[in-house]
């Protein structure tokens, strides 16, 4: 089972110019490539395969005077950006399909500058969490962070959010083991209330966890 842990970041003046770069950098290759399957399909030829994509808008690119400022940013963040525009892609096949459940996802579309969140996805190739509890983000360096609560096992995967406050986050995904219920004899309803968490059909009372309450403290 995944799970996500947001973390508060903090990066200094210089960190943040390296963050827009990078922000920039897979906002543009995520527009060349979808702007070559747009234009693919538009004129009815085959669906360009990422392979093709990776080695047109990344690694050529890098050598072009056009796109030469590629070459400044870690490369995991140009190669995710395409695998997230696959992602995108497979979840809008998926829904039109009837294979994805829940509501329509639309198709791709191109990002903004001016878009109220900005992010970047790194694996671990390209980040690592250090003993003196910050975390280094390949061609950034160490961004200090509030770790509000330990990761229960090492992330697979990370995240970095600007949002429209201009604030940075850090979203981990950690993969673990589910929690496996003991099983029992007898059967007991659940009912969810706001004075207490849950009322058990014994008349059993379960507090709340209170975590807002506890953070804001």
């Known amino acids: 089972?995944?799970?996500?842990?947001n973390y508060r970041a903090y990066p200094d003046a210089a960190q943040r110019r390296a963050l827009a770069q990078a922000f920039g950098c897979a906002r543009v290759v995520w527009n060349d490539c979808l702007r070559d399957?747009?234009?693919?399909?538009?004129?009815?030829?085959?669906?360009?395969?990422s392979?093709?994509?990776?080695r047109l808008r990344i690694t050529q690119a890098k050598r072009t005077e056009k796109r030469a400022w590629l070459a400044d940013v870690s490369a995991v963040v140009l190669q995710q950006s395409l695998r997230d525009l696959d992602t995108a892609y497979k979840n809008f096949f998926d829904s039109i399909n009837g294979k994805r459940q829940g509501r329509k996802v639309g198709p791709?579309?191109?990002?903004?500058?001016?878009?109220?969140?900005?992010s970047i996805r790194l694996n671990?190739?390209?980040?690592?969490?250090?003993e003196n509890g910050t975390v280094y983000v390949a061609k950034v360096g160490n961004l200090k962070v509030k770790w509000s609560r330990r990761l229960p096992a090492v992330p697979t995967s990370l995240t970095v959010t600007k949002d429209s406050c201009g604030r940075y986050f850090l979203s981990f995904v950690v993969d673990t083991e589910p929690d496996i219920l003991p099983g029992l004899e007898t059967e007991s309803g659940i009912d969810l209330g706001l004075s207490a968490f849950a009322v058990l059909s014994d008349g059993r009372k379960i507090d709340s966890p209170r975590f807002?309450?506890?953070a804001e403290k």
């Open 37 to 49: 399957r747009k234009e693919a399909h538009a004129a009815g030829l085959p669906y360009v395969k």
């Open 1 to 5: 089972m995944q799970l996500r842990y």
């Open 51 to 54: 392979a093709d994509l990776s």
């Open 124 to 130: 671990t190739n390209a980040f690592c969490l250090q």
């Open 108 to 118: 791709p579309r191109y990002k903004s500058k001016k878009d109220t969140r900005q």
């Open 212 to 214: 807002l309450r506890r």
